[in-house]
């Protein structure tokens, strides 16, 4: 293999005149965030499938009768409010990247939508918070809901930060567009790596949140 076959696509790059070191190719960036949000779900996994194994481990031996008093049961509507919220911004958020691929601006609202849903899960749930009438003390189920859902909340927000960096990055993108002097003449070729790099992951965590739900609120 020649030596040149053996070096980074970005070092393979001729060097601008000056000894100036040319941007790193779009497609590299594209590659790098892409493995990294599978990266991100395989340990996403480790994390929250702990939750799951401790629901059922508990639930099976439910020492001293303990694993899930009769008060402690989670407020059904609420649940049902924050699943819908969930998915619903999920889907907005897959539309908003098909919508990106096809080079449509539509994407800046779906992908607007799918932020303010996903807010409001994290709105609903923090709510069914102060309606639950137990605590992570009051049995086994208490402490695995609160921890989980706690958890859970924790991710969709940083979730919903890397989303709202790609509206950010996109209107000022359009509110000052490239004016030369080494700017992008397309800066959507920069966002939309970032921008399905995060649909991808929220999608894996809506379905993780899919499965939380159905674990502790229908099982």
């Given amino acids: ?99 990106m691929k096809a080079k449509s601006a539509n994407w800046l609202a779906l992908a607007g939508g799918g932020l303010l849903l996903g807010l409001a899960t994290i709105a609903v749930q923090c709510i069914a918070y102060t309606r639950q009438p137990f605590g992570p003390t009051n049995g086994a189920y208490a402490s695995v809901y609160c921890a989980w859902t706690a958890f859970y909340l924790i991710a969709v927000l940083a979730t919903m930060y890397w989303l709202e960096t790609q509206i950010a990055t996109e209107l000022r993108a359009r509110r000052a567009p490239a004016a030369g002097g080494g700017d992008v003449a397309d800066p959507d070729q920069l966002i939309a790596p970032g921008l399905d790099a995060a649909v991808f992951y929220w999608a894996f965590l809506g379905a993780l949140g899919v499965v939380m739900y159905v674990t502790l609120y229908l099982l």
């Fill in 1 to 99: 293999m020649a030596a040149s076959e053996e070096r980074p696509l970005g070092m393979m790059m001729p060097v601008a005149a000056g000894g100036q070191i040319p941007p790193e190719p779009p497609d590299v960036a594209a590659r790098a965030l892409a493995v990294a949000s599978r990266m991100l779900c395989g340990a996403t996994t480790f994390f929250f499938v702990a939750f799951l194994f401790a629901y059922f481990y508990l639930r099976s031996i439910n020492q001293n009768h303990m694993w899930r008093p009769a008060h402690v049961k989670p407020e059904q509507g609420l649940g049902v409010a924050f699943i819908v919220c969930l998915v619903l911004s999920v889907g907005l958020t897959i539309l908003a990247g098909r919508a």
